[in-house]
């Protein structure tokens, strides 16, 4: 599973989850606002779009598609 952290609102945040979905990962992936948890927020607040792992491994923005395919082929 894969959490994308995000707020609404945010163009940026738009873009990450068009390339979630357009590397077929939106049905593994959930999106978790910032805005209901203090802990995200103090996180990510100026970090997000974020995108995690079960592991804990980042991906920050900005990224290419290639680069989230990278991502995941490197996950252990």
Do not use: N
Not at 12 to 24: R, S, T
């Amino acid at each position: 599973m894969l959490t994308l952290f995000h707020t609404d609102g945010c163009h940026l945040c738009e873009q990450a989850w068009a390339l979630v979905e357009e590397a077929g990962l939106a049905a593994s992936t959930r999106q978790c606002d910032i805005l209901e948890d203090e802990q995200w927020l103090a996180a990510y607040r100026v970090r997000i779009p974020v995108l995690r792992d079960d592991a804990g491994r980042e991906l920050g923005w900005p990224f290419t598609l290639a680069q989230l395919k990278g991502w995941l082929a490197r996950q252990g």
